[in-house]
C-alpha cells in the first residue's frame, strides 16, 4: 500500500479539481481520475474509498488555496481595497478568455451539480463561498471611511459574489464576454455611486464641525 505521506493523495486530489471543472463530478470516473494523477486504480481508492470521498477533499483543498492562487497577488499587487475587488472579476474573465469559456467557477458548477443530492459536500461548498466573502467583505470594511454610512460590507461582498456567479454563467452560455463585462460595468457603477455618496457624508460632516 502507498505510504500515507505520500504525494499521491496530492495528486489526486489536483487531478481531481482539474476534471471537476473542466468536465464535470458526474462525467469524471474514478479511473480518469487515476490515470491523470499518474497513479494506479488501487492507490486512489486507498486514499479515497469513495467518490464523495475525494469530492469532499478537493472542497477542503479548494478552501485552503483560495488565498495563495486566487487572492494573495492580486491583493498584493492593488493597495486600494475596492480596486482589489474589480481585480479579482478581471481575474475571472481572463480564466474564461485563457480556457475559451470552458472553466467556470469551480465551486458554482458543483452546487448545481451535487447540492440537492450530498449534504456534505453542500457543507463544503457553502464554506467556499464564505471564505471567498470574507476576504471580499474585508475589502469593503478597508474602505468603510469611503462609503456612506451604514453600508454593510458583507451585503456589498455578497452583491459582488451574486454579480460574479451571474456573469461568468452568461458569458460561457452565450460565449461572448459582453454579458460579463455589462455585469461588472453596472457593479461598478454602483459601488462609484456608493463612493460619491460616501464622499459627499463625508464634506457635509467636516463642514458641520466646521461650523459647529
Known amino acids: 500500500m502507498p505510504p500515507a505521506n505520500s504525494d499521491t493523495r496530492e495528486r489526486l486530489i489536483a487531478a481531481a479539481m482539474e476534471l471537476f471543472v473542466l468536465q464535470g463530478y ?8 487515476a490515470r491523470k494523477a499518474g497513479v494506479l486504480p488501487g492507490s486512489l481508492y486507498y486514499f479515497f474509498p469513495t467518490k464523495q470521498d475525494l469530492l469532499l477533499a478537493t472542497l477542503e483543498k479548494r478552501k485552503e488555496l483560495l488565498w495563495p492562487e486566487v487572492l ?50 453542500r457543507r463544503l461548498l457553502v464554506q467556499n463561498f464564505d471564505n471567498w466573502l470574507d476576504h471580499v467583505a474585508r475589502c469593503f470594511e ?12 458583507r451585503r456589498l461582498a455578497t452583491f459582488v ?20 463585462d455589462t455585469a ?4 461598478r457603477d454602483y459601488v462609484e455611486r456608493l463612493l460619491a455618496d460616501g464622499a459627499v457624508e463625508a464634506q457635509t460632516k467636516k463642514t458641520g464641525r466646521k461650523h459647529a
Open 72 to 121: 494573495e497577488q492580486i491583493w498584493n499587487d492593488c493597495e486600494d481595497p475596492i480596486e482589489r475587488v474589480f481585480a479579482l472579476l478581471k481575474g475571472y474573465r481572463h480564466m474564461l478568455e485563457m480556457t475559451d469559456f470552458a472553466h467556470g467557477c469551480p465551486i458554482g458548477n458543483l452546487v448545481v451539480e451535487v447540492a440537492e443530492t450530498q449534504p456534505d459536500a
Open 161 to 180: 459574489l451574486i454579480t460574479m456567479e451571474g456573469a461568468v454563467m452568461l458569458a460561457r452560455a452565450y460565449r461572448d464576454f459582453a454579458v460579463y
Open 26 to 33: 458526474a462525467a469524471t470516473g474514478l479511473a480518469q481520475i
Open 184 to 187: 461588472v460595468h453596472e457593479l
Open 142 to 153: 478597508d474602505a468603510q471611511v469611503r462609503l456612506p454610512r451604514g453600508t454593510e460590507a
